[in-house]
């Protein structure tokens, strides 16, 4: 995003104004819609508690753990979680299982 802000003004002395109006709404835009992404990501996100709920109840429905562990940018900035599960023998049990803890 930051590049495409610093492209623009960069060319902006460079280029008929019919063309940077057209290149300021395609900026526009770009922000507008990465700023959507994150509040989408935003709402869902989940954090250390809520994954480990999420886990608990993947297990309580007989669901073996294979691998859980954050997903990270760049090595520091947690974005999201990895959960693979292995599924239960048959789903009838879990059915069941799923059943009674409704109850």
Do not use: C, Y
Not at 77 to 89: D, H
């Amino acid at each position: 995003m930051l590049d495409a802000v610093a492209k623009l003004l960069d060319t902006r002395g460079r280029m008929p104004l019919a063309r940077l109006l057209l290149e300021v709404d395609g900026v526009e835009h770009n922000v507008r819609a990465a700023s959507r992404r994150l509040a989408d990501l935003e709402r869902v996100a989940l954090d250390v508690n809520a994954f480990a709920k999420l886990e608990a109840i993947a297990i309580d429905l007989g669901f073996k753990i294979v691998n859980a562990q954050p997903q990270h940018h760049r090595a520091t900035n947690l974005v999201g979680w990895r959960l693979t599960l292995e599924k239960p023998p048959t789903h009838a049990w879990v059915s069941a299982k799923l059943s009674r803890r409704l109850e």
